[in-house]
Structures are given as structure tokens and as C-alpha cells.
């Protein structure tokens, strides 16, 4: 066990894997008193199980709407507790939208956020003539036809080291706009069109982003050469629109094994035919 000495105090380090519907959530991080966060929902239930207040540090900030599988958070506590406590006790103070699924104990040096090697989405759309009623929160919808082999074709310009500043938000915060994107692909199931793709990071906005442009591509109103266009021209106004938070999800996060994490979520149920 990793022990940190402070004022007689043994100070754990906990990381925990969360789930969550992001429908009636104003995105994961804490805002102004009033707004319901997931952040603000699971620290006052953690606070709660440690009876003293609890501060998170999360893997990826979500977007208002939109939903998570995996993601991941860390926080430091003296208070002695079993991490089923952590997990079980948190999630009885927990709303229905909102799951704690593991707990465990890991050294100081781990950070959900900068200990991350990678993050993955999965964003899904119900393409069909007619809106989707049972999930209407939970996927994005289009009735238009689409060319998903045209979709997935364009994508692959975006693999490797890149400026993203296309696709990134006007609101972003992030220093600058590199990332490395390692997969993306877009496949069909029925009527569901489904986008994975994972990177080293993300900047704001930019799966949305992304999957609004591969739209118009797929629609047939640009070729497929426009997406490395695009992305060559860093110009944000000349991209797709961005894309419905209702069908995003943060499905995984990727630590060194060293942490000895478990997978940290699991694929939408909506799409889980799908093969890696």
C-alpha cells in the first residue's frame, strides 16, 4: 500500500471507474452553485461516505449531453475506508444517472488525468427515416442516407500527429492544438452509424467536431479528399457543424499497466455487435 505521512495522517490516493448518463447533466466539471454536474454529484456522495469533504481529478472533462462508460477519477483521502466502501456506499449517495463500477488503490504518483496514455469515444447515430423514441437521449439522429464507406475512408487522414485546430472549439482552453490520433473508423450495424476513435488526447468539441464534418462527406456534398483539406487549412469555420452530444460517449481510458487498472468501461449496449 502507497503511504503518505502528513500532520499523522496516512493519506491513500483512491481511482475509481465511473459511468454515467449525461442527458440531465450540465457536462462532468463543477460550475456555478445551482447547476447539476457529475463532478458535483459525485463529490458530494464520496464526501458523504468519508464524512469530510472529497475533491476529484477526472481523465476527461464531458461536454453537457454527453455520456460516459469509462471514465476515470482520482482523489486523495486520510480516511480509512475499504474501497468497497468507496464504491458500493458511494453509489448509494449516488443519483440513478451516475455508477461507480471499480475501486482501487493506487500509487501517488498516478493521475486520472496526466497518467493517461490514451481516451477513447465511441459515438453512435440512429440513421433511419423516422426519430428514435426509446433512446432519443442517447444517441444523435439523422434520417438522411449516408455513405459510410466514404465516411470511413476520409477518416483515415486524420491518423497519426496532426494539428486539429479545424476541429476545435472557439471555447477551447488547451495550449495547443497537436494531438495524436492512434485509431478511427466508422462502420455501420443496421441503422446504427458508428464512429470509434481514440487518441493520446482530445481538445474541445473535437469528436463532435470531427464526426460533423465526416457527415458531410457522407451525405455526398464533399469528396472524400476534403477531409485532409480541411484538417490542412486548421480553419475551424470551413469544417462540418458540430455534431449532436447526445450520441458521444468516453468509452475508455488507457493507463500504463504498472497502475494495475482494470479496462476502465465497456462499448454502448446499442452498438455492441461491433468488433474492435
Same mark, same amino acid.
Given at each position: 500500500?502507497?503511504?503518505?505521512?502528513?500532520?499523522?495522517?496516512?493519506?491513500?490516493?483512491?481511482?475509481?471507474?465511473?459511468?454515467?448518463?449525461?442527458?440531465?447533466?450540465?457536462?462532468?466539471?463543477?460550475?456555478?452553485?445551482?447547476?447539476?454536474?457529475?463532478?458535483?454529484?459525485?463529490?458530494?456522495?464520496?464526501?458523504?461516505?468519508?464524512?469530510?469533504?472529497?475533491?476529484?481529478?477526472?481523465?476527461?472533462?464531458?461536454?453537457?449531453?454527453?455520456?460516459?462508460?469509462?471514465?476515470?477519477?482520482?482523489?486523495?483521502?486520510?480516511?480509512?475506508?475499504?474501497?468497497?466502501?468507496?464504491?458500493?456506499?458511494?453509489?448509494? *449517495?449516488?443519483?440513478? #444517472? !451516475?455508477?461507480?463500477?471499480?475501486?482501487?488503490?493506487? &500509487?501517488?504518483?498516478?493521475?486520472?488525468? %496526466? /497518467? +493517461?496514455?490514451?481516451?477513447?469515444?465511441?459515438?453512435?447515430?440512429?440513421?433511419?427515416?423516422?426519430?428514435?423514441?426509446?433512446?432519443?437521449?442517447?444517441?444523435?439522429?439523422? *434520417?438522411?442516407?449516408? #455513405? !459510410?464507406?466514404?465516411?470511413?475512408?476520409?477518416?483515415? &487522414?486524420?491518423?497519426?500527429?496532426?494539428? %486539429? /485546430? +479545424?476541429?476545435?472549439?472557439?471555447?477551447?482552453?488547451?495550449?495547443?492544438?497537436?494531438?495524436?490520433?492512434?485509431?478511427?473508423?466508422?462502420?455501420?450495424?443496421?441503422?446504427?452509424?458508428?464512429?470509434?476513435?481514440?487518441?493520446?488526447?482530445?481538445?474541445?468539441?473535437?469528436?463532435?467536431?470531427?464526426?460533423?464534418?465526416?457527415?458531410?462527406?457522407?451525405?455526398?456534398?464533399?469528396?472524400?479528399?476534403?477531409?485532409?483539406?480541411?484538417?490542412?487549412?486548421?480553419?475551424?469555420?470551413?469544417?462540418?457543424?458540430?455534431?449532436?452530444?447526445?450520441?458521444?460517449?468516453?468509452?475508455?481510458?488507457?493507463?500504463?499497466?504498472?497502475?494495475?487498472?482494470?479496462?476502465?468501461?465497456?462499448?454502448?449496449?446499442?452498438?455492441?455487435?461491433?468488433?474492435?
Amino acid at each position: 500500500m502507497t503511504e503518505q505521512r502528513t500532520s499523522q495522517r496516512i493519506v491513500q490516493r483512491i481511482a475509481l471507474g465511473i459511468e454515467y448518463n449525461g442527458s440531465a447533466f450540465c457536462g462532468y466539471q463543477l460550475q456555478t452553485e445551482g447547476t447539476r454536474t457529475v463532478q458535483g454529484e459525485l463529490e458530494r456522495a464520496l464526501s458523504e461516505v468519508a464524512d469530510e469533504p472529497v475533491r476529484l481529478t477526472c481523465a476527461g472533462r464531458t461536454d453537457t449531453g454527453v455520456h460516459a462508460t469509462g471514465q476515470v477519477v482520482h482523489f486523495d483521502t486520510a480516511v480509512p475506508r475499504q474501497l468497497k466502501a468507496w464504491m458500493l456506499g458511494g453509489n448509494t *449517495y449516488l443519483p440513478g #444517472d !451516475v455508477s461507480i463500477h471499480w475501486a482501487r488503490e493506487v &500509487s501517488d504518483d498516478f493521475s486520472a488525468r %496526466f /497518467s +493517461a496514455v490514451s481516451r477513447s469515444y465511441r459515438y453512435i447515430l440512429f440513421n433511419r427515416r423516422t426519430r428514435p423514441a426509446v433512446f432519443q437521449y442517447n444517441v444523435a439522429w439523422l *434520417y438522411e442516407s449516408l #455513405d !459510410v464507406e466514404a465516411m470511413h475512408t476520409a477518416a483515415q &487522414s486524420l491518423m497519426g500527429e496532426n494539428d %486539429f /485546430s +479545424a476541429f476545435r472549439s472557439s471555447k477551447c482552453q488547451a495550449s495547443h492544438a497537436n494531438r495524436v490520433m492512434q485509431k478511427i473508423s466508422v462502420s455501420r450495424q443496421g441503422d446504427y452509424v458508428i464512429l470509434d476513435i481514440r487518441a493520446n488526447a482530445f481538445l474541445h468539441h473535437m469528436v463532435r467536431n470531427i464526426m460533423g464534418t465526416l457527415l458531410v462527406i457522407g451525405r455526398g456534398e464533399q469528396p472524400v479528399a476534403w477531409m485532409q483539406q480541411i484538417l490542412q487549412g486548421r480553419d475551424r469555420t470551413l469544417a462540418g457543424m458540430t455534431a449532436s452530444a447526445a450520441g458521444l460517449y468516453l468509452v475508455n481510458v488507457e493507463y500504463p499497466e504498472a497502475f494495475g487498472l482494470p479496462e476502465s468501461g465497456w462499448l454502448p449496449v446499442l452498438a455492441q455487435g461491433y468488433s474492435d
